[in-house]
């Protein structure tokens, strides 16, 4: 194998090759020049004879048309005729209707015998010269039709016409109908005598191959792009017409001829007319292999002759550069020697030209090796030893480096890179071979570039160690690295580049500010929770007190205006502790499987209202929106709160729009936000106006934390909103810019439908009269509530107890006579609580129904007392229509039972 590579590559081979080549180019070149002056005079006298054939087709069509028209002209001048059609004509202006008259079997005849011996006359029939109804023909089916509209018939009435190809109406084949006048002996015209003409000659003339070879043919297309002729017309192939460059060029009116692809795609040679007596583009044309052929014989039979004379001319060479040269082989022998170790090798001087003088040239250079290589080998030796060193410390470093979490960098003083770890590769997602000798600019995302250039300047300002926190963007998200950077000596203590030691603690600082909200959250909601109980029993002896005092005020008294106020304030009260209740998450919460959409509607009035004229709501409700679990209350003041804070944000009006989303995640997505993969829906709200910096997002869910002005907010919105969000199991998604609007997207669990939470639904209010008629058993420790609430219910007529204990509650229950249909009592109180109670009536007195009334309870008991949907609750304060609507539907519920036993707390 060495032997042919070396022969290859001999300088003998390449004089013997450059022979052949050039002996070829030369013959390739003769060959090429021969065919183009063969090919010119094939192409020039084949485009003749398809001339030549052409011409004659023309004019055997225009010879068989003109034939035609003229014997129609002689068939429309008979004397017998003329008398026929007059008759015919005579008798339908006496008819004076458009009724069709009999045939004339007379003319009939004649028509008959007149197309006797012409094969190409489809059909004859006379037209009358009125209407243009076909009075007599040689083909019955045309018998009554009216022509009165046709070209051919209006063209006829005046000279002999021609209706060029088209589909006959009857046969459906193509056709060409001739007209001519038909007039009576004084010169008046009394019908056309019109005649089909059967395109087999068409035919005929169009197959004849005179001129055309083996694969040439000549065809007619006419102005719609169809085949005309019989033998391709209406085939599926060709339904939708024939185009081609050159078929539009000729059906557009332009004449030519040379080389083309035909319809079929076939290279072709031809030419084209476009025959405007005819309104048809004749096409005579053959292929172009046909055409060719015989410069393809000449082309081959000079390749074969210029190949023969290249192989004489290479081995010719061959013998030439043999003798040539044999000192130069010799030379080559001795310096293979050479390289093989043998720096003795002398090559032979034979002669006192150049190659002498090389080989002179040669031995001493060889001479020159001996003396050199004995020092170099002791040099390579010693280099060798200490590469592998270096290479050993450096794969030592550099595996040490790449277990380490930090990125670890070194630049020179250019900035190009000369180490990275693995750290480096995952975080900025490039690997190590394409960032090494490159710079940040290369190698980095746009982004950082910035970042990393601020971070190299202060370096070299400082001149010593720096460590800052830099914050970076990559794929649209913010990191926050803790850097190192310092500069880097060699051993003269010049500077050479420097170090970078990163570390990426963005997870940190997020797990570090979520511990310190949930913090925050922990501390706030427990005094927010205690604060709302206490505040909401103050408020319930308030609004009792308040609607005693009312009832004992006349109606136009003046006093009832104050009254309202303080109503009012009572009821903004109660607002406020529900949203402490709700972020402290010790708001009593009813669960239902909830449709968000119909929740929005419900609301989108208030909402348009609350908005004012400058500002437009949108809804955007996805109809394949699951439901979820969740309060119908909450939900609404998640909603309330939201597009609150959006209105805020546009000062000077614009657009909220409300969507909602179905948002199925499979395990990776939830992975990427930190959620269980499952079937989520989102409610989001977007607005246009002001948006948020980084510094009020990080913010936005802290209690008591606002941007708004004094007195026009308290802080507690979106930390409300955050608390429910969290305690439905759901998440929060915030973006926004500066200038750019905002977007909050809340995303809660969809509702497991085979699950027994109820579903939300509206109540019908109960009769109040009915509802008032009942005896109840009020529970409550705190007395100035208990006693108002009492005075008040007894004055709405209820039948009153009271008891300021659950231990009371059960002694005044089992003395003779106390009967009671409702016990309402307070969830949380001292010794025996309201769930206690509850259990406790369930065994000694069953079916006596319970209503639990609370300003404040811990979640979690709350959950296992009031997940039943069936269990009533008022929320204190409370509106006592709302404890008439719990008790009238208690009422109904007992009717509609028929005295089975109801369960305790129902």
Same mark, same amino acid.
């Given at each position: 194998?060495?032997?042919?590579?070396?022969?290859?590559?001999?300088?003998?081979?390449?004089?013997?090759?450059?022979?052949?080549?050039?002996?070829?180019?030369?013959?390739?070149?003769?060959?090429?020049?021969?065919?183009?002056?063969?090919?010119?005079?094939?192409?020039?006298?084949?485009?003749?004879?398809?001339?030549?054939?052409?011409?004659?087709?023309?004019?055997?069509?225009?010879?068989?048309?003109?034939?035609?028209?003229?014997?129609?002209? +002689?068939?429309?001048?008979?004397?017998?005729?003329?008398?026929?059609?007059?008759?015919?004509?005579?008798?339908?202006?006496?008819?004076?209707?458009?009724?069709?008259?009999?045939?004339?079997?007379?003319?009939?005849?004649?028509?008959?015998?007149?197309?006797?011996?012409?094969?190409?006359?489809?059909?004859?029939?006379?037209?009358?010269?009125?209407?243009?109804?076909? +009075?007599?023909? *040689?083909?019955?089916?045309?018998?009554?039709?009216?022509?009165?509209?046709?070209?051919?018939?209006?063209?006829?009435?005046?000279?002999?016409?021609?209706?060029?190809?088209?589909?006959?109406?009857?046969?459906?084949?193509?056709?060409?109908?001739?007209?001519?006048?038909?007039?009576?002996?004084?010169?008046?015209?009394?019908?056309?005598?019109?005649?089909?003409?059967?395109?087999?000659?068409?035919? !005929?003339?169009?197959?004849?191959?005179?001129?055309?070879?083996?694969?040439?043919?000549?065809?007619?297309?006419?102005?719609?792009?169809?085949?005309?002729?019989?033998?391709?017309?209406?085939?599926? %192939?060709?339904?939708?017409?024939?185009?081609?460059?050159?078929?539009?060029?000729?059906?557009?009116? =332009?004449?030519?001829?040379?080389?083309?692809?035909?319809?079929?795609?076939?290279?072709?040679?031809?030419?084209?007319?476009?025959?405007?007596?005819?309104?048809?583009?004749?096409?005579?044309?053959? !292929?172009?292999?046909?055409?060719?052929?015989?410069? #393809?014989?000449?082309?081959? *039979?000079?390749?074969?002759?210029?190949?023969?004379?290249?192989?004489?001319?290479?081995?010719?060479?061959?013998?030439?550069?043999?003798?040539?040269?044999?000192?130069?082989?010799?030379?080559?022998?001795?310096?293979?020697?050479?390289?093989?170790?043998?720096?003795?090798?002398?090559?032979?001087?034979?002669?006192?030209?150049?190659?002498?003088?090389?080989?002179? =040239?040669?031995?001493?250079? *060889?001479?020159?090796?001996?003396?050199?290589?004995?020092?170099?080998?002791?040099?390579?030796?010693?280099?060798?030893?200490?590469?592998?060193?270096?290479?050993?410390?450096?794969?030592?470093?550099?595996?040490?480096?790449?277990?380490?979490?930090?990125?670890?960098?070194?630049?020179?003083?250019?900035?190009?890179?000369?180490?990275? #770890?693995?750290?480096?590769?995952?975080?900025?997602?490039?690997?190590?071979?394409?960032?090494?000798?490159?710079?940040?600019?290369?190698?980095?995302?746009?982004?950082?570039?910035?970042?990393?250039?601020?971070?190299?300047?202060?370096?070299?300002?400082?001149?010593?160690?720096?460590?800052?926190?830099?914050?970076?963007?990559?794929?649209?998200?913010?990191?926050?690295?803790?850097?190192?950077?310092?500069?880097?000596?060699?051993?003269?203590?010049?500077?050479?580049?420097?170090?970078?030691?990163?570390?990426?603690?963005?997870? !940190?600082?997020?797990?570090?500010?979520?511990?310190?909200?949930?913090?925050?959250?922990?501390?706030?909601?427990?005094?927010?929770?205690?604060?709302?109980?206490?505040?909401?029993?103050?408020?319930?002896?308030?609004?009792?007190?308040?609607?005693?005092?009312?009832?004992?005020?006349?109606?136009?008294?003046?006093?009832?205006?104050?009254? #309202?106020? +303080?109503?009012?304030?009572?009821?903004?009260?109660?607002?406020?502790?529900? !949203?402490?209740?709700?972020?402290?998450?010790?708001?009593?919460?009813?669960?239902? &499987?909830?449709?968000?959409? &119909?929740?929005?509607?419900?609301?989108?009035?208030?909402?348009?209202?609350?908005?004012?004229? @400058?500002?437009?709501?949108?809804?955007?409700?996805?109809?394949?929106?699951?439901?979820?679990?969740?309060?119908? #209350?909450?939900?609404?003041?998640?909603?309330?709160?939201?597009?609150?804070?959006?209105?805020?944000?546009?000062?000077?009006?614009?657009?909220?729009?409300?969507?909602?989303?179905?948002?199925?995640?499979?395990?990776?997505?939830?992975?990427?936000?930190?959620?269980?993969?499952?079937?989520?829906?989102?409610?989001?709200?977007?607005?246009?106006?002001?948006?948020?910096?980084?510094?009020?997002?990080?913010?936005?869910?802290?209690?008591?934390?606002?941007?708004?002005?004094?007195?026009? @907010?308290?802080?507690?919105?979106?930390?409300?909103?955050?608390?429910?969000?969290?305690?439905?199991?759901?998440?929060?998604?915030?973006?926004?810019?500066?200038?750019?609007?905002?977007?909050?997207?809340?995303?809660?669990?969809?509702?497991?439908? @085979?699950?027994?939470?109820?579903?939300?639904?509206?109540?019908?209010?109960?009769?109040?009269?009915?509802?008032?008629?009942?005896?109840?058993?009020?529970?409550?420790?705190?007395?100035?509530?208990?006693? %108002?609430?009492?005075?008040?219910?007894?004055?709405?007529?209820?039948?009153?107890?009271?008891?300021?204990?659950?231990?009371?509650?059960?002694?005044?229950?089992?003395?003779? @006579?106390?009967?009671?249909? +409702?016990?309402?009592?307070?969830?949380?109180?001292?010794?025996?609580?309201?769930?206690?109670?509850?259990?406790?009536?369930?065994?000694?007195?069953?079916?006596?129904?319970?209503?639990?009334?609370?300003?404040?309870?811990?979640?979690?008991?709350?959950?296992?007392?009031?997940?039943?949907?069936?269990?009533?609750?008022?929320?204190?304060?409370?509106?006592?229509?709302?404890?008439?609507?719990?008790?009238?539907?208690?009422?109904?519920?007992?009717?509609?039972?028929?005295?089975?036993?109801?369960?305790?707390? =129902?």
């Amino acid at each position: 194998m060495t032997e042919v590579v070396v022969w290859r590559r001999s300088l003998v081979w390449r004089i013997a090759g450059s022979f052949f080549v050039l002996a070829l180019v030369v013959a390739g070149a003769a060959a090429w020049a021969s065919v183009v002056r063969t090919r010119a005079a094939l192409r020039e006298a084949a485009l003749d004879r398809l001339e030549t054939a052409a011409v004659m087709k023309q004019y055997q069509l225009d010879r068989w048309v003109t034939r035609s028209i003229s014997d129609l002209k +002689v068939f429309a001048e008979l004397p017998e005729m003329r008398l026929r059609a007059s008759r015919i004509a005579a008798d339908l202006s006496d008819h004076d209707t458009n009724d069709p008259v009999g045939a004339d079997a007379d003319l009939s005849t004649l028509l008959s015998v007149l197309t006797t011996g012409r094969d190409d006359f489809r059909a004859l029939y006379l037209l009358s010269a009125r209407g243009g109804q076909a +009075v007599s023909s *040689t083909d019955l089916a045309l018998l009554g039709a009216y022509h009165a509209s046709e070209s051919f018939f209006l063209g006829g009435r005046d000279s002999t016409t021609v209706m060029n190809v088209y589909p006959s109406p009857v046969t459906g084949r193509p056709t060409i109908t001739l007209a001519t006048p038909v007039r009576s002996a004084a010169g008046t015209l009394v019908g056309v005598l019109a005649a089909d003409l059967d395109l087999t000659r068409l035919d !005929q003339i169009l197959s004849e191959r005179v001129g055309l070879g083996r694969t040439g043919e000549a065809y007619l297309v006419d102005r719609y792009s169809q085949f005309v002729t019989g033998t391709r017309y209406g085939r599926p %192939a060709f339904s939708r017409g024939v185009h081609t460059a050159v078929i539009d060029r000729a059906v557009a009116g =332009a004449s030519g001829r040379g080389e083309y692809q035909d319809y079929r795609g076939f290279p072709s040679i031809g030419v084209f007319k476009w025959l405007p007596d005819r309104q048809l583009a004749l096409f005579v044309e053959m !292929q172009a292999e046909e055409a060719f052929a015989p410069a #393809n014989a000449v082309a081959i *039979t000079i390749a074969l002759f210029g190949v023969i004379a290249a192989l004489a001319m290479g081995l010719g060479g061959w013998w030439m550069a043999q003798r040539i040269t044999r000192p130069l082989r010799e030379i080559a022998d001795a310096a293979r020697k050479v390289r093989g170790g043998d720096l003795g090798a002398v090559a032979p001087v034979q002669s006192q030209d150049e190659i002498g003088g090389l080989a002179r =040239a040669f031995n001493e250079m *060889t001479g020159r090796l001996h003396t050199l290589y004995a020092g170099l080998q002791a040099q390579i030796t010693e280099t060798e030893r200490a590469a592998r060193a270096s290479a050993s410390s450096l794969q030592l470093l550099q595996s040490i480096l790449d277990r380490s979490a930090a990125m670890v960098i070194v630049k020179d003083r250019a900035g190009r890179y000369l180490l990275v #770890n693995h750290a480096f590769e995952r975080f900025h997602r490039v690997s190590r071979d394409h960032a090494l000798g490159r710079t940040s600019r290369e190698v980095l995302d746009p982004a950082m570039i910035a970042t990393v250039q601020d971070g190299e300047r202060e370096l070299h300002e400082k001149g010593d160690l720096l460590a800052r926190e830099e914050r970076v963007t990559r794929d649209g998200v913010e990191h926050v690295l803790l850097t190192e950077r310092f500069p880097l000596h060699d051993e003269e203590g010049h500077v050479f580049g420097h170090g970078v030691v990163s570390t990426d603690i963005t997870a !940190q600082l997020l797990l570090e500010s979520r511990v310190q909200q949930a913090q925050k959250l922990e501390a706030v909601g427990r005094l927010a929770g205690g604060i709302a109980h206490d505040f909401n029993n103050l408020l319930s002896v308030v609004r009792c007190n308040l609607e005693l005092v009312a009832e004992t005020l006349d109606e136009p008294d003046a006093r009832h205006e104050l009254l #309202n106020e +303080v109503q009012h304030a009572v009821r903004s009260g109660a607002a406020l502790t529900r !949203q402490l209740l709700t972020f402290s998450r010790t708001q009593v919460v009813q669960p239902r &499987a909830l449709d968000l959409n &119909a929740s929005v509607e419900s609301m989108s009035s208030m909402l348009r209202r609350f908005g004012g004229p @400058g500002v437009t709501l949108d809804l955007s409700l996805d109809a394949d929106l699951p439901l979820v679990i969740a309060d119908g #209350n909450q939900v609404e003041q998640v909603l309330l709160n939201l597009f609150t804070n959006a209105v805020d944000a546009l000062p000077e009006g614009g657009r909220v729009t409300v969507r909602t989303i179905p948002r199925p995640l499979d395990r990776d997505a939830a992975r990427a936000l930190g959620v269980e993969p499952a079937s989520y829906a989102e409610l989001v709200v977007t607005d246009d106006g002001t948006g948020m910096d980084v510094h009020t997002r990080t913010r936005l869910f802290e209690p008591f934390f606002t941007t708004k002005s004094a007195g026009r @907010g308290s802080g507690l919105g979106l930390s409300t909103v955050y608390a429910i969000v969290e305690q439905a199991g759901g998440h929060i998604l915030v973006e926004s810019e500066p200038g750019l609007g905002t977007t909050i997207t809340i995303r809660l669990p969809a509702a497991d439908l @085979g699950s027994s939470l109820p579903v939300a639904a509206p109540i019908s209010p109960p009769s109040l009269a009915r509802a008032r008629a009942q005896r109840l058993l009020v529970v409550d420790d705190e007395a100035p509530l208990r006693m %108002a609430l009492a005075r008040l219910l007894g004055r709405r007529g209820y039948e009153v107890m009271e008891a300021d204990s659950g231990a009371v509650a059960l002694q005044l229950l089992a003395e003779p @006579g106390n009967e009671v249909d +409702v016990v309402l009592t307070d969830v949380f109180m001292p010794g025996m609580g309201g769930r206690e109670l509850a259990e406790r009536l369930a065994e000694q007195r069953p079916g006596l129904p319970v209503v639990f009334m609370s300003g404040y309870t811990a979640d979690e008991v709350l959950r296992r007392g009031l997940m039943d949907a069936r269990t009533p609750f008022l929320q204190k304060p409370f509106e006592l229509d709302e404890l008439d609507r719990i008790m009238g539907t208690l009422a109904q519920r007992a009717h509609s039972m028929s005295g089975a036993a109801p369960v305790a707390g =129902a």
